[in-house]
Structures are given as structure tokens and as C-alpha cells.
């Protein structure tokens, strides 16, 4: 494959259509899913998503208990769609041992599976102590506990303080969506609650937590809450490198911002494309499975067609059209997928960064693509055998000239590793960087390479996409080849 960035179009981007929503692999980061049935999972399996489920502690021990048993049913039915996230019992806040049997708590989670743990707004918006003050989230009494999560490698996200819309009359919020949450939810608007920490305050506290645990994995919910300027955000992911942040529940202040200055917000997803995850904040209830899936693809829909396209796009959290920001297909499955596997990379058993050869073998067989040039692309891969895979690409342009290229896949020292002779030249070697074995996907990567710097297979029944990325003169730049299996 490599030796046709020769002959490609330099530098130019590729992006996707509509019509690639369900042949992509996507992961959701932000979902609730609380019942025993398992149709809303078993239905997104078409459109090849999996989930990020949580369990957030929002309200009583019986109710919380529930979630909590739910997210599980839901991971033991199929741990491969869907990765645990918990949180931990806020009553008793006062008692001497709160902290060592939460962590007792958490022992038990993180043994049983879950790859995180959520703080929810209540801290620093609702939980007092014995004196009536408001526990914020910078408290000393939870660093012992952010410390486990970290030394169990797990990640903390924070649903921390509101949308700034919050503090505004309802008649200045600038999306649909908020004016009707803030109406019906008084006791979270906090324009009515003067007495409660600002908007500000609550950002403070949560930069301080992050300032005294500096090297904790940490994911902003809700765009960490500064969700209505990109600047802002940008600014927050530059003082915490080790932090990312999710767009779910905040797609409409994004658009707010796309209508007033579209180039900045495009700007700002392909500036951190490493640093920005897709969620919706999906919410599933007992029976509603079904009814979920049709309401929330049609918001997947939306979005798909807002990230990848320029279209004019009618979305109900806006009175106006927002125009799409056509992102380019290598920004977008970071956004939609890979940011999450390397954040949440113990979350599901097929998703290995180590395979053995033999696993490989879903490559194997005569590919060939047409290419719309009318250049002829074959590749041939032999099946594995001892600690080898070969593989030869050869491009017959429309002139006749050809270019061709060895491969080879190999198990050295115990890892997997992509080597690439372009026209026989000095073979570069690619690292494993993951494989998927549910979804026949694997990805290989060298950081010192410029371009490409990243080689990726995706099969999918008689189809096998190849696609390679990297910088091209400084700027993100991607071929991809569709092939079908002709023996």
C-alpha cells in the first residue's frame, strides 16, 4: 500500500459520507444503560457501536444499588459492546472510615471489572457536610480515593458543575436543550441559587483536583463543562495533558459556536484530535430498548452528518440550520473510536494491543481494487506460517506504469510487527498498535514516520479496507483502498 502514496494526490484529505455511518467502527464513551434486556445493545450492533456504560451514584443507596446491577448484566452479557464505568457511595460522608471503605468498594468493582470511575455533580452542587457546607470536588478527603483509581490504572471522569448556561436567566441560554432542562430541573439552574459557588468556583475546584493528581487519566464529561467556547477547552487540554473530553450532551453549544465562527470550531476538533471523544448521554430503561435505539440513531445520524459533512443541518437543539464541519475521516475515527481505545484501553477483551499470528489469518486471500483513475490495485497476502506472513502489492496505472511493494507481518521477540519495502527499497517496521478480533481489525504504527504513520486493515465479510495516515507537509493526511476478495 505504501508505495501508492507515489503515485496519489499529495496530502489530499479523504472523509466520509452518510452512507459510512454503518460500515464504521464506533465507540459511544457516555451511556446509561440500566435495564436487564439487551436490545438496545443488540441493535447497535448494526451500526457498530459499542458502549462506555455508567453507573453514576445521583441519587439513593437502593436506586444507585440498581444502576449498578444493571451495568453489570449488561457487561456480562457481552463484555465486548459494552465497558463499565462506576461510581462510589457518597452517605456517610462524615464517618472516620468513609475513605477506606470506599476504597474497599472500589477494590471490588475494579476486580469484577469496571476500567472507571465517574463523580457526578453532586459533588460540589448538592453533598454537605455535618457543618452544612458544600463538599467540592478539590476536598482533601477524596485524594486518598482519586489515588487508588490511579494506582489501579483506572480513569476518573467528572461530570463537574453545569453548562454556563446554567447561570443565566432562561430567557439568555443559548440552546433549546438547556432552557427545557434548566425549566424543569429549578434545583440545577443556579441563576435561582445566588447563595451556591459560581460557575467559576466550580471549574476552580475541579482544576485544583487535577492540579494535585496531575498524572490521573481524566475525562471532562460534557466537554468538562466549558463546553461554550472551544478556547476555553483547548486551554483546559494544554494545562492537563493526561485529560480528555467528551462532546455528549453538548453537541448544541458546539453548533452555537459553528453558526457564529465555523473555521474556529473546525479548527479546534482537527488541533485536538487526540484529545476529544463521541458520546450522546443515552439513557435506557427496562423495555424501552427498542424505542431508544430508533429515537437515538436518528441523533447519531445528526451527528454523523455534522461532523463529516457541509451540509445545512437542522438540529433541535438550535432555532437556525448549523452548517456540518466536514472533518477528515482520520480526525473523525479518533473522535469516534480510537482516542477511546487508547483512554479506556483495558475495556474490551477482543481489543488486544499483543495477537498471535495465526490470529491474522482473516488477511489472507487475493484482493484487488479499482480505483476510479482506472488503476488496477492487487494485494496478496499468504496465509501465516511459522513466524511470517507475506504479503506483495502491485498498482497498474492506466499508462501501464507499475509500482509494486513487500509486506510482511511477523511475530519477533514475542510482539507482531508491519514491515514495508515500497519498490524493494529498506523494509520500515510498524508497530502492533491494536487488534480487534470481533471486527477482523488491526493497526500498525511508527510515530517517527511522517507519512504514513499508521497502516490499518478492516475486514468485513468479502470487503477489506486498507488505509494508511499520517502528515503530509505538516498537515493530517490519509489513501484508503477498498478491496474485494477475488480468490
Excluded at 449488561?74 to 460522608?93: G, H, K, M, V
Amino acid at each position: 500500500m505504501l508505495a501508492l502514496m507515489q503515485t496519489a494526490a499529495s496530502g489530499q484529505e479523504q472523509y466520509y459520507s452518510l452512507d459510512d455511518f454503518s460500515r464504521v467502527a464506533k465507540i459511544d464513551i457516555h451511556a446509561h444503560i440500566h435495564t436487564d434486556d439487551t436490545d438496545f445493545v443488540n441493535l447497535s450492533k448494526r451500526d457498530r457501536f459499542r458502549f462506555v456504560n455508567m453507573a453514576v451514584w445521583s441519587s439513593d443507596s437502593k436506586t444507585n444499588a440498581e444502576k449498578h446491577r444493571t451495568m453489570w448484566v449488561q457487561y456480562e452479557a457481552d463484555p465486548d459492546r459494552t465497558a463499565p464505568i462506576c461510581s462510589f457511595p457518597l452517605e456517610n460522608w462524615d464517618s472516620p472510615d468513609w475513605q477506606q471503605a470506599t476504597i474497599a468498594y472500589l477494590k471490588e468493582q475494579f476486580d469484577r471489572g469496571a476500567v472507571g470511575v465517574k463523580i457526578w455533580k453532586n459533588i460540589g452542587m448538592e453533598l454537605r457536610d455535618s457543618e452544612g457546607q458544600l463538599v467540592m470536588v478539590d476536598d482533601p478527603k477524596l485524594d486518598p480515593v482519586i489515588d487508588y483509581i490511579e494506582s489501579r490504572g483506572k480513569v476518573l471522569l467528572g461530570h463537574l458543575g453545569e453548562p454556563k448556561n446554567c447561570w443565566l436567566p432562561i430567557d439568555e441560554l443559548t440552546t433549546l436543550n438547556d432552557r427545557s432542562y434548566f425549566s424543569e430541573n429549578p434545583k440545577y439552574h443556579m441563576h435561582l441559587h445566588p447563595e451556591m459557588p459560581s460557575y467559576e468556583e466550580q471549574v476552580a475546584a475541579r482544576d485544583r483536583m487535577l492540579d494535585k493528581h496531575p498524572t490521573v487519566s481524566f475525562v471532562g464529561c460534557h466537554l468538562a463543562s466549558l463546553e461554550w467556547s472551544v478556547d476555553r477547552i483547548a486551554a483546559f487540554l494544554e494545562r492537563y495533558p493526561n485529560a480528555t473530553v467528551g462532546v455528549a450532551a453538548r453537541m448544541g453549544q458546539l453548533q452555537y459556536q459553528t453558526q457564529r465562527d465555523r473555521q474556529r470550531v473546525r479548527k479546534f476538533f482537527i488541533e485536538y484530535q487526540d484529545r476529544i471523544m463521541y458520546g450522546t448521554d443515552t439513557g435506557v430503561r427496562p423495555g424501552r430498548g427498542a424505542e431508544k435505539y430508533a429515537y437515538v440513531k436518528k441523533k447519531w445520524l445528526r451527528d454523523w452528518e455534522y461532523f463529516n459533512t457541509d451540509h445545512q443541518i437542522e438540529v433541535p437543539e438550535l432555532p437556525d440550520p448549523v452548517q456540518g464541519i466536514k472533518l477528515p475521516k482520520t480526525v473523525v475515527d479518533k473522535i469516534y473510536r480510537d482516542n477511546a481505545l487508547r483512554v479506556f484501553a483495558a475495556s474490551w477483551p477482543g481489543q488486544k494491543r499483543s495477537v498471535s499470528l495465526p490470529q491474522l489469518n482473516w488477511l489472507a486471500g487475493k484482493w484487488r481494487c479499482k480505483m476510479p483513475d482506472k488503476s488496477v490495485v492487487d494485494e496478496d497476502w499468504m496465509r501465516p506460517s511459522g513466524t511470517a506472513m507475506l504479503g506483495m502489492n502491485r498498482t497498474v496505472r492506466g499508462d501501464g506504469q507499475t509500482s509494486f511493494e513487500f509486506m510482511r507481518i511477523a511475530s519477533e521477540d514475542g510482539s507482531i510487527l508491519f514491515f514495508a519495502s515500497p519498490s524493494g527499497r529498506k523494509a520500515t517496521p510498524f508497530n502492533l498498535a491494536y487488534y480487534d478480533q470481533p471486527n477482523q481489525r488491526v493497526a500498525f504504527e511508527n510515530e517517527d514516520n511522517d507519512f504514513p504513520n499508521r497502516v490499518i486493515y478492516d475486514r468485513r465479510g468479502d470487503e477489506l479496507t486498507g488505509r494508511i495516515e499520517g502528515k503530509f507537509n505538516g498537515q493530517p493526511a490519509s489513501l484508503q483502498w477498498k478491496f474485494e476478495l477475488v480468490e
